[in-house]
């Protein structure tokens, strides 16, 4: 009986980065100082309110907040607010792809029609809904640069 050959992927020169373990206070403490800045650009550019980036971090204080603002190199996130960073940049970077500039900064405090917000802004359903909205929206916007929706 002749031996059967596997087929065998492609061998690719791409490796993947290795996962962050944002259980680890070291990793946390490292990207702690640019993910506040980048937020803080983030939140300038869409024109929103300290009380609304304060939910969108999970309901930080406002001392805490103010003391992020005022030495950004300084703070620490926790893995929760470090992963809401991370797909408030995946939506920034994605509304820019999508839209022009003056757009995709408004775009997150316009009420929208479509059935995931229901009338509601981008902003308001985020900063309801946590880490599944904010997954929610990545997604929805994702799928449209691809065309899906």
Do not use: C, H
Request: charged share 20%.
């Amino acid at each position: 009986m002749p031996a059967t050959r596997q087929a065998q992927a492609p061998l690719s020169r791409y490796a993947a980065s290795p996962i962050v373990d944002l259980s680890v206070k070291a990793d946390r403490d490292r990207l702690s100082p640019s993910a506040v800045k980048g937020f803080l650009n983030i939140m300038a550019k869409w024109s929103v309110r300290d009380a609304d980036a304060m939910g969108l971090l999970g309901g930080v204080s406002n001392g805490r907040f103010y003391a992020m603002k005022k030495a950004p190199d300084a703070a620490g996130l926790d893995q929760d607010e470090l992963q809401r960073v991370s797909f408030l940049v995946g939506i920034f970077k994605t509304l820019n792809i999508i839209f022009g500039e003056d757009l995709a900064d408004a775009w997150v405090q316009l009420p929208n029609q479509n059935r995931i917000f229901g009338g509601a802004t981008p902003l308001t359903y985020m900063i309801r809904g946590g880490l599944p909205a904010f997954q929610t929206v990545r997604r929805l916007l994702d799928a449209r640069r691809g065309g899906l929706a």
